[in-house]
């Protein structure tokens, strides 16, 4: 393979320059998701107020869009850079649809009950909780999916790692595939840290059971501080490259 000859992104050859069957799979599977995330209907609207209806559930809708569109892209971006499909990789990516498929009712659940609350009632939650270890279950099988797709994105970039000779990854290459897992690290550390609050939170104190589902919220914080911070870099080794 001429490496030279090969499109840029990022700082990153793209290896992956053919959309592949593997990932027509993944992102019918991603799409199918997203689709289970949509309002459904037994009947189209025939009145404003069933359409306004329906329009109340759009923050609850767009919120878990974001979080499998996040997952989506990572996989996406991974099969540009770096074009692998050996058995790891499709096996990786069978996980990944599987775990997708499962976390999608999770998700809608918790992002649903989260809208509720941020909008004062406005945006109805179709999660109705009955006890508190309800609550607590929920969020832990919401933190442990979360987890999982991390987990599985940055094991792919971890296997990447192990074929950088094959793959001739350069210093920016080899540095973007470990921002991936360490961006990936700090999801995982996030869900974790959401599932340990939401077990040892008392019941009985009314305000604490946000901690849960506000320890999410520093991601919008800690991800593009990270992102930022390791694109600068990647792109600085990219220039040496291309210098030579």
Not at 77 to 105: C, H, K, N, Q
Not at 109 to 130: H, I, L, N, R
Not at 223 to 231: C, D, E, F, K, S
Request: aromatic fraction near 12%.
């Amino acid at each position: 393979m001429d490496l030279s000859k090969l499109p840029v992104e990022g700082g990153v050859r793209q290896r992956g320059e053919q959309v592949t069957r593997l990932e027509t799979f993944v992102d019918a599977a991603f799409a199918f998701a997203m689709t289970l995330l949509v309002v459904s209907f037994d009947a189209m609207p025939d009145s404003f107020a069933e359409l306004y209806d329906a329009l109340r559930r759009l923050p609850a809708f767009l919120a878990g869009f974001a979080i499998l569109g996040m997952f989506w892209q990572a996989h996406h971006r991974f099969s540009r850079r770096f074009g692998l499909e050996d058995s790891t990789i499709v096996f990786a990516s069978m996980l990944l649809v599987a775990a997708t498929l499962f976390y999608v009712y999770p998700l809608r659940m918790v992002m649903s009950a989260a809208m509720g609350f941020f909008t004062g009632g406005w945006a109805p939650s179709e999660f109705k909780v009955q006890s508190f270890l309800e609550f607590r279950l929920i969020f832990v099988i919401y933190g442990v999916g979360f987890a999982i797709l991390a987990a599985i994105i940055a094991w792919m970039n971890l296997h990447a790692l192990r074929k950088a000779e094959a793959l001739q990854l350069d210093a920016a290459e080899r540095l973007a595939a470990t921002s991936e897992v360490a961006l990936n690290v700090v999801l995982i550390a996030c869900a974790t840290a959401s599932v340990a609050v939401a077990l040892l939170i008392p019941p009985h104190i009314g305000w604490m059971q946000a901690l849960p589902g506000a320890m999410y919220g520093l991601l919008g914080i800690a991800m593009p501080v990270l992102a930022i911070r390791h694109g600068r870099r990647i792109q600085a080794l990219a220039d040496q490259r291309d210098a030579r």
